[in-house]
Nanobody, 122 residues
């Protein structure tokens, strides 16, 4: 089992920045990849970004490329999502999830955090 806990959400204005954190209870080959997803009200959960613990591989959704940066601290078992130039449409509950490899489909992820709310006002 892997426990994930997100933090760092909040309410900001358009154009502001926010950094989310996701602490993992441990790292194994079963969770070599960490993904960030988000779910806005009335919408399906969507992939935002992903990173691997063992490599520098990252992946982003087109909607956040150039604005969001995913990073990691292996010593702390923590991944981060630095969000800049935030827009009202970025408002959502943000989840981190763990998988064997970076994937955009949520069913590929076996472990999920409870989520953290990000609200961007115009």
């Amino acid at each position: 089992q892997v426990q994930l806990v997100e933090s760092g959400g909040g309410m900001v204005q358009a154009g502001d920045s926010l950094r989310l954190s996701c602490a993992a209870s441990r790292r194994t080959f079963l969770n070599d990849a960490m993904g960030w997803f988000r779910q806005a009200p009335g919408k399906e959960r969507e992939f935002v970004a992903g990173i691997r613990w063992s490599r520098s591989t990252t992946r982003y959704a087109d909607s956040v490329k150039g604005r969001f940066t995913v990073s990691k601290d292996n010593a702390k078992n923590t991944v981060y999502l630095q969000m800049t130039s935030l827009k009202p449409e970025d408002t959502a509950v943000y989840y981190c999830a763990a998988s064997r490899a970076i994937a955009t489909a949520e069913h590929e992820y076996a472990y999920w955090g409870p989520g953290t709310q990000v609200t961007v006002s115009s």
